[in-house]
């Protein structure tokens, strides 16, 4: 390739990606509601999705019947291990759980393979949630926080965190953290809990921000994410996701659960909600709970 050509090529190249770049803010801009099939995350995941997908697809249907019948024998014997130590019946029949285990020996040789695309997909998903929060959100943020109004953050992994600190950030933005085990939830102030993924603990993270951190306006998740293991209850990968704000009652919204803070009299208005994302990939579940929680920001700011 010469040097005109190249150059060409960059050109076209460049106005694709910005092409590509406008209309993926676009969507996430006008989205107006949180059905995962409407979701850019989605969008951008579902090809390398259906590969893998058809490929698991295609290796079942291919596998020899004599391996196919060893590994169900020894999911019968796990089966009946598992039943044994929990005293409660398998929610998988051995044919099952040996088809199920077959899949994700494809799906985690999938996520080797397309580590590179999964990661680069995730990245740029990030790049347009951080766009759009620039374009659209910024200004209202920094503007509520000159005013004392500040903002905390609580995620599982560090999705919305790095989207958030643009110029003149710390206007707003108070804290955000990672609580990945029981010890640092409990020194962020957060009650005990012996379950982690729940509609509770999304809601108590929130809570806590408020609370403990005095600021006006949160939000949290807790999450499940895709495993490279079988689960043995059959779980698919979640997210429940609270936001809160004070002050301010957005009495349009259903999902608005409005409480009183008795020690500073203030109304605490919490938006909650459940997801079950059915990825095999991490880095799309990384990505699809990153737009959901760039929603609840939205609504947020919006409102």
């Given at each position: 390739?010469?040097?005109?050509a190249?150059?060409?090529y960059l050109q076209?190249?460049t106005?694709?990606?910005r092409?590509?770049?406008?209309e993926?803010?676009d969507?996430?801009?006008?989205?107006t509601?949180?059905?995962l099939?409407n979701?850019?995350a989605?969008?951008?995941?579902?090809?390398?999705?259906t590969f893998?997908?058809?490929?698991?697809?295609?290796?079942?249907?291919?596998?020899p019947s004599?391996e196919?019948?060893a590994?169900?024998?020894?999911a019968?014997?796990?089966l009946?291990s598992?039943?044994?130590?929990?005293?409660?019946p398998?929610?998988?029949t051995?044919?099952e759980?040996a088809?199920?285990?077959l899949k994700?020996?494809?799906?985690n040789r999938?996520?080797?393979?397309h580590?590179l695309?999964?990661?680069l997909l995730?990245?740029?998903?990030?790049?347009y949630?951080?766009?759009?929060?620039?374009q659209?959100?910024?200004?209202?943020?920094?503007e509520?926080?000159k005013?004392?109004k500040?903002f905390g953050?609580?995620?599982?992994?560090?999705?919305?965190?790095?989207t958030l600190?643009f110029?003149?950030?710390?206007?707003y933005?108070?804290?955000?953290?990672?609580?990945?085990?029981k010890?640092s939830?409990?020194?962020?102030?957060e009650?005990k809990?012996?379950?982690f993924?729940s509609?509770d603990?999304?809601?108590e993270?929130?809570a806590?921000?408020?609370?403990?951190?005095?600021?006006d306006?949160?939000?949290a998740?807790t999450s499940a994410a895709?495993?490279s293991?079988?689960?043995k209850?059959?779980?698919?990968?979640?997210v429940y996701?609270?936001?809160?704000k004070?002050?301010?009652i957005?009495s349009?919204?259903?999902n608005?659960?409005?409480e009183?803070d008795?020690t500073?009299?203030?109304?605490q208005i919490?938006f909650?909600?459940?997801?079950?994302?059915?990825t095999?990939?991490?880095?799309e579940f990384n990505a699809?709970v990153q737009?959901l929680?760039?929603y609840?920001?939205?609504k947020?700011?919006?409102?």
């Amino acid at each position: 390739m010469d040097e005109i050509a190249g150059k060409k090529y960059l050109q076209k190249l460049t106005f694709e990606l910005r092409k590509k770049t406008v209309e993926s803010i676009d969507k996430l801009l006008a989205q107006t509601n949180t059905n995962l099939s409407n979701l850019l995350a989605t969008e951008l995941f579902l090809p390398k999705r259906t590969f893998v997908e058809t490929a698991a697809k295609e290796y079942l249907e291919s596998y020899p019947s004599a391996e196919k019948r060893a590994e169900k024998v020894e999911a019968e014997q796990d089966l009946l291990s598992w039943e044994k130590s929990s005293g409660k019946p398998s929610v998988y029949t051995p044919i099952e759980l040996a088809n199920a285990r077959l899949k994700q020996k494809i799906i985690n040789r999938a996520s080797e393979l397309h580590s590179l695309e999964l990661e680069l997909l995730n990245a740029m998903h990030q790049a347009y949630i951080s766009v759009a929060i620039k374009q659209e959100l910024s200004a209202k943020m920094i503007e509520e926080g000159k005013v004392g109004k500040k903002f905390g953050l609580i995620e599982l992994t560090s999705r919305l965190g790095p989207t958030l600190t643009f110029p003149d950030s710390s206007n707003y933005f108070h804290i955000a953290a990672v609580p990945y085990g029981k010890e640092s939830r409990i020194t962020l102030g957060e009650a005990k809990t012996k379950e982690f993924v729940s509609a509770d603990v999304a809601k108590e993270s929130c809570a806590n921000l408020l609370r403990t951190f005095n600021v006006d306006y949160a939000v949290a998740e807790t999450s499940a994410a895709p495993r490279s293991t079988v689960p043995k209850s059959k779980r698919l990968p979640e997210v429940y996701i609270c936001s809160v704000k004070k002050n301010k009652i957005d009495s349009a919204n259903n999902n608005a659960n409005t409480e009183i803070d008795k020690t500073t009299n203030a109304e605490q208005i919490f938006f909650e909600s459940h997801h079950t994302i059915n990825t095999p990939f991490r880095e799309e579940f990384n990505a699809v709970v990153q737009e959901l929680l760039f929603y609840e920001l939205a609504k947020l700011y919006r409102g």
